[in-house]
C-alpha cells in the first residue's frame, strides 16, 4: 500500500521559509514524477513544483521559480520543498503526489495515482 505523508507545514510571516517534506513508502517502481501542489480555499489545486525522481529534473510554476525548491533524498524516500521568500498569496494546504515516471504532463494533477493528507501552509503579512 503506497503512503505519502507530508510534514513541515506552519504559519509564517511573510519573507519567512518553511520545509515541506514527503515521505513515500509502498511504492513499487523505483523510477517516478513526483509532484507538490496546493489549493487555496475556492482555488482549484495547482501544481507548483515537480521531480522525476530517475533524472532529478525538476519544474516550477512561474509563481514560485527562484523561491521554491524541490528535492529529493533517495535513501530516505523522501521529496522536499524549501519554500523562500514566502507571500501571503502562497497559503495553502498543500500536497504531495506520486505518479509513474513517464507522466508527460506532470501539471496535471489527475495525472497523478497517490496523494498525501496535506499540510497547511500560512503566510501572515
Known amino acids: 500500500q503506497v503512503q505519502l505523508v507530508e510534514s513541515g507545514g506552519g504559519s509564517v510571516q511573510a519573507g519567512g521559509s518553511l520545509r515541506l517534506s514527503c515521505a513515500a513508502s509502498g511504492y513499487t517502481y523505483s523510477s517516478k514524477c513526483m509532484g507538490w501542489f496546493r489549493q487555496a480555499p475556492g482555488k482549484e489545486r495547482e501544481a507548483v513544483a515537480v521531480?522525476?525522481?530517475?533524472?532529478?529534473?525538476?519544474f516550477y510554476a512561474d509563481s514560485v521559480k527562484g523561491r521554491f525548491t524541490i528535492s529529493q533524498d533517495n535513501a530516505k524516500n523522501t521529496v522536499y520543498l524549501q519554500m523562500n521568500s514566502l507571500k501571503p498569496e502562497d497559503t495553502a494546504m498543500y500536497y504531495c503526489?506520486?505518479?509513474?515516471?513517464?507522466?508527460?504532463?506532470?501539471?496535471?494533477?489527475?495525472?497523478?495515482?497517490?496523494w498525501g493528507q496535506g499540510t497547511q501552509v500560512t503566510v501572515s503579512s
Open positions: 503526489a506520486a505518479g509513474p515516471a513517464w507522466i508527460g504532463y506532470p501539471w496535471s494533477w489527475g495525472e497523478y495515482n497517490y
Open positions: 521531480i522525476y525522481t530517475n533524472s532529478g529534473s525538476t
